[in-house]
């Protein structure tokens, strides 16, 4: 216990040194190893790991703490959702490994939930540690009270310091000159947030390694009763949705194969009309398939599934060339390459889909997750809006269309393409006096927000700062 409240107290201070108040960068890195170190290691000591294959999410933590080095993307944002995730799946797979879709869900919520109700046993454990005054002797009792009246003063000092200086320019002066002591970094009010983040990691960091080391390898997973759904309903929702799907399908390669569209419609907006809705009927699919294996019959449905899958990779197709026919028509936007991600990993997903079919022991469960998290992680080894940027660029060379609101989006990783592609629009008198004043306030404002820490380096930021210069 000891360890965990040393190891704890060490991650909050990096935590508070390196991310607090600071720009995104090699921080992220710098703080992510010692991290996931010290997880590993108290998982380690209290010998609680089952399954050593769960380290691999360690990959993919890693891959996506460096993108925050290297890049200055969009997909920054969506991290900050998934890098936890990741966590949360490698504590399952180390030590509670699971098997099916119902367990893991079961067991992310509990590893959402149950560590905020151990925030009171581990503060009661953490309250042990202090020797109780029969045991004291008097040279302990007399650090321990130096110790703390140096916790009460200093920051009281601190304070009362900070509050002078800011009401008197000369005070605060008085340090700087005299001593070459700068207090004006220390505002009261990030002070402030300071201890308040401090706090809160502190309580949930220490209460989930206490929860995984202590409780959550004793607890028993409850299992529910396996359901079979009768073969009749299934079978019968399986040749409808076929049938239906024969017909659709026969429908996509007449109208976009042969560009034959009713009156009326324009093509590139009938392309836009249905990717998100074939988007989700490929998973509403490929759910039914899985449901489908718990069915008692299996000859007819193993057939008749393998047929919807080859249906929905069709579905899936169409999706995808209809996302194509509407980015050649409207530009290149980073929604619009997510869904290209998230069809290809669909598309992907198949392959083991229909190992499953045949095979009930496939693990299906692994076999998803590997390639979702390989997928997204290979798409952070990428700049997706300098991707995005230079292929608008040269949509507007071909074309003379571009829509630069969706390239004016705070990040760095296209400043450069956004820095040439203000003399091309010289070329076109509309388009260069409408976006010029927008452009040119966009990109000085880049540039002038470029400021950050040694923590917070980061290449793009950087390389974009030396084509400034």
Same mark, same amino acid.
């Given at each position: #216990?000891?360890?965990?409240? /040393?190891?704890?107290?060490?991650?909050?201070?990096?935590?508070?040194?390196?991310?607090?108040?600071?720009?995104?960068?090699?921080?992220?890195?710098?703080?992510?190893?010692?991290?996931?170190?010290?997880?590993?290691?108290?998982?380690?000591?209290?010998?609680?790991?089952?399954?050593?294959?769960?380290?691999?999410?360690?990959?993919?933590?890693?891959?996506?703490?460096?993108?925050?080095?290297?890049?200055?993307?969009?997909?920054?944002?969506?991290?900050? !959702?998934?890098?936890?995730?990741?966590?949360?799946?490698?504590?399952?797979?180390?030590?509670?490994?699971?098997?099916?879709?119902?367990?893991?869900?079961?067991?992310?919520?509990?590893?959402?939930?149950?560590?905020?109700?151990?925030?009171?046993?581990?503060?009661?454990?953490? #309250?042990?540690?202090?020797?109780?005054?029969?045991?004291?002797?008097?040279?302990?009792?007399?650090?321990?009270?130096?110790?703390?009246?140096?916790?009460?003063?200093?920051?009281?000092?601190?304070? /009362?310091?900070?509050?002078?200086?800011?009401?008197?320019?000369?005070?605060?002066?008085?340090?700087?000159? !005299?001593?070459?002591?700068?207090?004006?970094?220390?505002?009261?009010?990030?002070?402030?947030?300071?201890?308040?983040?401090?706090?809160?990691?502190?309580?949930?960091?220490?209460?989930?390694?206490?929860?995984?080391?202590?409780?959550?390898?004793?607890?028993?997973?409850?299992?529910?009763?396996?359901?079979?759904?009768?073969?009749?309903?299934?079978?019968?929702?399986?040749?409808?949705?076929?049938?239906?799907?024969?017909?659709?399908?026969?429908?996509? #390669?007449?109208?976009?194969?042969?560009?034959?569209?009713?009156?009326?419609?324009?093509?590139?907006?009938?392309?836009?009309?249905?990717?998100?809705?074939?988007?989700?009927?490929?998973?509403?699919?490929?759910?039914?398939?899985?449901?489908?294996? *718990?069915?008692?019959?299996?000859?007819?449905?193993?057939?008749?599934?393998?047929? #919807?899958?080859?249906?929905?990779?069709?579905?899936?197709?169409?999706?995808?060339?209809?996302?194509?026919?509407?980015?050649?028509?409207?530009?290149?936007?980073?929604?619009?390459?997510?869904?290209?991600?998230?069809?290809?990993?669909?598309?992907?997903?198949?392959?083991?889909?229909?190992?499953?079919?045949?095979?009930?022991?496939?693990?299906?469960?692994?076999?998803?997750?590997?390639?979702?998290?390989?997928?997204?992680?290979?798409?952070?080894?990428?700049?997706?809006?300098?991707?995005?940027?230079?292929?608008?660029?040269?949509?507007?060379?071909?074309?003379?269309?571009?829509?630069?609101?969706?390239?004016?989006?705070?990040?760095?990783?296209?400043?450069?393409?956004?820095?040439?592609?203000?003399?091309?629009?010289?070329?076109? *008198?509309?388009?260069?006096?409408?976006?010029?004043?927008?452009?040119?306030?966009?990109?000085?404002?880049?540039?002038?927000?470029?400021?950050?820490?040694?923590?917070?380096?980061?290449?793009?930021?950087?390389?974009? &700062?030396? &084509?400034?210069?």
């Amino acid at each position: #216990m000891k360890k965990t409240l /040393v190891g704890t107290i060490i991650i909050c201070l990096l935590h508070s040194v390196l991310l607090v108040n600071q720009d995104l960068g090699l921080n992220v890195l710098l703080f992510t190893i010692p991290l996931l170190g010290f997880l590993i290691y108290r998982m380690r000591e209290e010998k609680v790991i089952k399954n050593k294959w769960g380290f691999l999410y360690i990959i993919p933590i890693i891959v996506l703490s460096i993108s925050y080095f290297i890049y200055d993307n969009t997909l920054k944002y969506l991290n900050f !959702l998934v890098i936890p995730a990741l966590y949360i799946l490698m504590y399952i797979t180390t030590i509670k490994p699971v098997n099916t879709f119902e367990d893991m869900i079961v067991e992310v919520l509990n590893l959402l939930v149950k560590p905020l109700n151990s925030i009171g046993k581990f503060m009661k454990e953490t #309250m042990k540690l202090i020797p109780s005054k029969e045991k004291k002797k008097k040279v302990e009792k007399k650090n321990n009270d130096v110790l703390i009246s140096l916790l009460v003063v200093i920051p009281v000092v601190i304070i /009362v310091l900070m509050l002078l200086s800011s009401a008197d320019s000369i005070f605060g002066g008085l340090f700087k000159n !005299l001593f070459n002591i700068d207090l004006s970094f220390l505002r009261l009010d990030e002070v402030v947030t300071r201890v308040i983040l401090f706090v809160i990691l502190f309580l949930y960091l220490g209460s989930t390694i206490f929860f995984l080391t202590q409780e959550y390898r004793k607890e028993k997973r409850v299992k529910g009763e396996s359901k079979e759904y009768k073969p009749l309903t299934l079978n019968m929702l399986l040749i409808s949705l076929n049938i239906i799907y024969v017909v659709f399908d026969i429908i996509q #390669m007449n109208s976009l194969l042969l560009h034959r569209v009713a009156k009326g419609f324009n093509y590139a907006d009938y392309a836009r009309s249905g990717f998100f809705q074939l988007m989700a009927i490929s998973f509403i699919n490929i759910i039914i398939v899985l449901l489908s294996k *718990k069915c008692k019959e299996e000859t007819k449905t193993k057939i008749m599934s393998i047929v #919807m899958i080859l249906l929905t990779l069709i579905i899936n197709i169409s999706a995808f060339y209809r996302m194509f026919l509407y980015e050649q028509a409207y530009g290149y936007t980073v929604l619009r390459l997510g869904v290209y991600a998230i069809l290809i990993t669909e598309a992907i997903l198949f392959i083991p889909t229909i190992v499953y079919i045949i095979n009930k022991k496939t693990p299906i469960l692994n076999w998803y997750l590997a390639i979702a998290i390989g997928v997204y992680s290979f798409i952070n080894c990428f700049s997706v809006d300098r991707i995005i940027a230079e292929n608008n660029i040269e949509r507007y060379a071909r074309t003379g269309k571009i829509d630069i609101y969706y390239l004016e989006n705070s990040n760095y990783d296209n400043l450069k393409q956004l820095r040439q592609l203000l003399p091309a629009l010289k070329d076109n *008198k509309e388009i260069f006096e409408a976006e010029k004043d927008s452009l040119d306030a966009y990109i000085n404002s880049m540039d002038k927000d470029n400021k950050t820490t040694i923590f917070g380096y980061n290449i793009s930021k950087e390389q974009a &700062k030396e &084509k400034r210069d």
